[in-house]
């Protein structure tokens, strides 16, 4: 699991995820803007977007018995470039 802190906004860093990693679904719940990328049967990495003062902050947690898809460089990359 790591957290973030961006100055640009939750809708932003969501499109510029999904445009730069392959099968993302998106979903809001309250606030916040919930990724799960990977295998809709067995997602690999959740991100959370919630919205803050100036930007956001992203939570990527990602479940001890899930697959590495994509593998964790390449997301923690997409993540970078996103949210920067």
Known sequence: ???A???RPARQIASCLESHLSRVRESTVGGSTELT???SSSPSYFV???PASGGAVIKVTHPADASDDPPEPELRYAVARCTT
């Open 1 to 3: 699991m790591f957290y």
């Open 5 to 7: 802190k961006s100055a």
């Open 37 to 39: 990328i990977g295998s």
């Open 48 to 50: 959370t977007l919630t």
